[in-house]
């Protein structure tokens, strides 16, 4: 089963999506390696997203100027949500207004950069822990990020307009994270998705609902758009939102089976299979979905951000790593 | 007056949990020092302090007679 868009094929770089919109890929997709989109019209830029550190998210900024002049200056970048992977390089953006949800940019005080940095450095002391935290975030420079927080916040949504384009924010979270947000651009078809869609790879529920997640995939497969640009993995089409939602779904089930047999949210995780979608990518998240999903349904269990992250690196070790 | 707390020995989660509930009693501006020797408490103390709005002043690492290392976080409760 093919999740990609057949006219777009997933490499990394500049894929232009067609009148005046653009988006960059970073396969393949696992921890950090996100998306970005670019709309342009007129002289007005818009960015979808900046990247997990500076260096990064500079070579995306020149790639965006040299494929339209229109992009030489950012006028606005959107945050989709909290996570560093999606904000971090905002600093490298320091005339645009930064647009965001309200828990977006509570949230990111909450998770600074140097925050995980902070878990880099511990991590020669954390053993099979380390290793994991340092497959996940080692690759990135987060010395090279200095935090350029959100300054236009919005509550629900928020129209903005580039050029003669409209675009629409539209605040669906909590779901992935409390902020997320859709961005659909009418004009182009097109709607950048953040991490409501992680495609090819597990999503990942840190905050939930997951009821909230479900309805973000069926409000994206009812708008009139061609192109969807997730958040991590290639450009999709409905079809490909309907796998997330379906995934979605047969986690929601088999988990609450087994929090109703009286399993703990490890032992669920490692007992579930999810079928065609255990082959997909950072299979280890089911560990934290298991955790929010058991606080959902009346767990009084909060797991420290420790704990996930060595409940992931346990999964791993006893399912593999691929 | 700065308290202080010992979680030496204790495993994660155990000395966030107890710093979390000894901060549950303290008044605004006021700050605890915590001792910790589980390395995981790295993790999980920074990112508490973040998440609860207190503000982790002070970081830094020691070792005891023996040469094990003790971890050492000055913490303001914040909601000022």
Known sequence: ?322 | MTMRLDALGLKCPLPVLRTQKILADMLPGQQIEVEASDPMSRLDIPHFCREAGHALLAQSETQDSKGRPIYIFKIERGGL
């Open chain 1, 1 to 322: 089963m093919t999740l990609n868009h057949p006219k777009f094929a997933y490499t990394k770089g500049l894929h232009e999506i067609g009148n005046g919109a653009f988006a960059w890929l970073q396969p393949d997709g696992g921890w950090g390696w996100s998306n970005s989109g670019l709309i342009v019209d007129d002289d007005q830029a818009l960015v979808v997203d900046t990247l997990f550190d500076a260096p990064l998210t500079r070579d995306m900024l020149d790639a965006y100027a040299d494929a339209t002049p229109a992009a030489k200056t950012v006028n606005k970048v959107i945050n989709t949500h909290h996570n560093g992977d999606h904000c971090n390089g905002n600093c490298c953006c320091p005339d645009a207004q930064i647009i965001a949800h309200r828990a977006t940019h509570a949230h990111m005080q909450m998770e600074p950069p140097e925050l995980v940095q902070g878990f880099l450095d511990a991590a020669p002391d954390l053993g099979a822990l380390g290793d994991y935290l340092t497959h996940c975030f080692g690759p990135f420079d987060f010395k090279s990020v200095t935090q350029k927080l959100p300054d236009t916040l919005f509550d629900d949504h928020l129209d903005i307009q580039i050029g003669d384009k409209t675009v629409h924010l539209l605040h669906v979270g909590p779901a992935h994270t409390p902020g997320d947000t859709l961005v659909h651009v009418p004009a182009d078809r097109t709607v950048f998705t953040g991490d409501i869609l992680f495609i090819g790879g597990h999503p990942i529920l840190w905050e939930g609902p997951v009821a909230n997640w479900i309805r973000a995939c069926e409000m994206i497969m009812a708008m009139d758009v061609e192109t969807i640009v997730p958040g991590h993995g290639p450009i999709t089409t409905k079809d490909g939102v309907a796998q997330v939602k379906l995934y979605l779904e047969t986690l929601h089930q088999e988990t609450r089976k087994r929090y109703d047999a009286g399993m703990t949210y490890q032992e669920a995780a490692l007992d579930i299979s999810l079928g065609v979608f255990d082959s997909w990518g950072d299979r280890e998240r089911i560990m934290v979905n298991c955790a929010t999903l058991y606080r959902e349904f009346g767990s009084s269990h909060q797991a420290e951000i420790a704990e996930l992250f060595a409940s992931m690196a346990q999964y791993r070790s006893v399912k593999g790593t691929a």
